[in-house]
């Protein structure tokens, strides 16, 4: 009996002994056996070292290109909404800017029968830069209690301020501050080369930030807090204005047809610009779609922090399937009216076409394995998220009404297509993320649920994703 149950005890600790062992394998680094291991599963032959030589000599996506997805490029399309002329942010995060203002343009110009209209980025992206920083500031005070390892906190310190943003930054910034030519405030060095100006004031915030909450916990009387935040702004204001130039309160300008004739000379402000030439509601007539299959679908939700101003709006929006997004986009392009529209631009993008295609690179192939996340567990580990903003504005249908293709109006300047994007239906399923809709487009079901309670997601949610 005694003889068993030793023996019953070494099997136990031989069996203990070896789920230890199991588990210290799995957690420690790579050892000497390890290595060997996986230098064994390397198998250098006369195919893999010709692979070998390619891809260390020449870019992935040089080698990863489908050949035969070259063939037969269609750059026809059944439904389309007449560009206005393609702009260029440069090297700035502005396309959420561009891409609104560009959709207001077109609606200006069909309207009014305008000739060629562009409006001044540089003159709402003055005031937006503004708001933000005011956002920051006053978000620091609020905050004041918490300390300085607090998630929020941590985040606000990581981004005080970003030259990227999304449609309802674009919203507000308008509706409060107007619009005006391009030619009434035309774009600076720093306007087209955002990142040195903005680490800048990105620095002086951090730095105002921690002075703000050294006054709370000194228990400083609310005014004096605000007193000071006003004063810190002040000289924000002053490196925008020395960096982008000062917004003009008013100006004089002249109307011209589609045709080239003057029509008449007045003088106007930002606000009474834009009431005569647009004057449509952006924060009310409108509808933010999103499609994200990482979250339950038909219910409203919200992004805290994610907005331009204080006062401003958080980005909330109806999260869809995808076809019920394609649905609301096929009407509106129908009704020759463009949408705001962001993706995931960076993948599987051929620049030389200007076509975005799940096919046009096929990595899986050239690296001997496959990625087979989908979209829900992209947006779930961070590897696909909103990226660029951009017009849609073309829809390819074939016999039976179903998108084959689709184009947006880019703001990179000329380029493939005359500067616009041809997207495969393929890959908008899996990379297009959000999509702004004028309310006369969305189903009953999606006005309904924008009278619910939103759901409100915290700053760092993989949601909040600026366009840049």
């Known amino acids: 009996m005694k003889h068993i149950n030793y023996l019953h005890r070494a099997a136990i600790l031989c069996f203990s002994a070896g789920m230890i062992f199991s588990i210290s394998a799995q957690t420690k680094g790579i050892d000497a056996g390890m290595l060997g291991r996986l230098k064994s599963t390397y198998k250098p032959d006369s195919q893999t070292k010709a692979l070998r030589n390619a891809v260390a000599s020449n870019s992935i996506d040089v080698l990863a290109v489908n050949a035969e997805n070259k063939n037969n490029f269609d750059t026809q399309f059944s439904h389309k909404v007449p560009g206005k002329g393609i702009t260029d942010q440069k090297r700035s995060g502005r396309c959420w800017l561009f891409t609104g203002l560009n959709v207001l343009r077109s609606q200006m110009m069909n309207k009014h029968d305008l000739g060629e209209l562009k409006l001044s980025q540089n003159y709402n992206f003055f005031y937006d830069q503004l708001e933000k920083s005011n956002l920051f500031l006053q978000a620091m005070i609020d905050n004041a209690g918490r300390p300085l390892d607090d998630r929020t906190v941590e985040w606000l310190l990581k981004n005080p301020l970003s030259d990227g943003g999304q449609f309802t930054g674009v919203a507000d910034n308008i509706m409060k501050y107007g619009v005006v030519p391009a030619e009434v405030m035309t774009e600076s060095f720093s306007a087209e080369n955002t990142s040195r100006m903005s680490n800048l004031i990105a620095l002086k915030l951090r730095e105002d930030g921690l002075e703000l909450r050294k006054m709370v916990a000194e228990k ?59 004057g449509n509601d952006l924060k009310n007539n409108y509808v933010m779609l999103m499609n994200d299959p990482s979250r339950p679908f038909h219910r409203l939700y919200e992004i805290d922090f994610d907005r331009h101003s204080y006062d401003g709006d958080n980005w909330t929006y109806v999260n869809l399937p995808i076809e019920e997004i394609k649905e609301m986009a096929i009407k509106s392009i129908k009704d020759s009216t463009m949408m705001y529209f962001s993706c995931d631009v960076g993948k599987f993008l051929d620049r030389d076409r200007g076509y975005l295609d799940p096919a046009n690179f096929d990595y899986a192939s050239l690296m001997g394995t496959e990625f087979g996340m989908d979209k829900a567990d992209r947006i779930r580990t961070f590897a696909s998220a909103s990226s660029h903003a951009m017009t849609l504005m073309a829809v390819d249908l074939d016999s039976v009404g179903k998108p084959v293709k689709w184009m947006v109006e880019n703001s990179w300047g000329p380029g493939a297509n005359d500067g616009h994007l041809i997207m495969s239906d393929k890959w908008f399923d899996e990379y297009m993320f959000r999509l702004v809709v004028d309310k006369k487009y969305a189903s009953p079901a999606v006005l309904d649920l924008l009278k619910t309670k939103p759901e409100k997601l915290p700053a760092w949610d993989p949601m909040f994703s600026p366009e840049n």
């Open 220 to 278: 400083k009387s609310a005014k004096a807090i605000s007193v000071r935040k006003e004063k810190m702004l002040g000289e924000i204001y002053r490196m925008l204005a020395l960096t982008l130039g000062e917004p003009p309160v008013e100006f004089t300008w002249t109307r011209r047809d589609s045709k080239g004739n003057a029509i008449d000379t007045r003088t106007y402000t930002p606000q009474s610009f834009y009431k005569e030439y647009a």
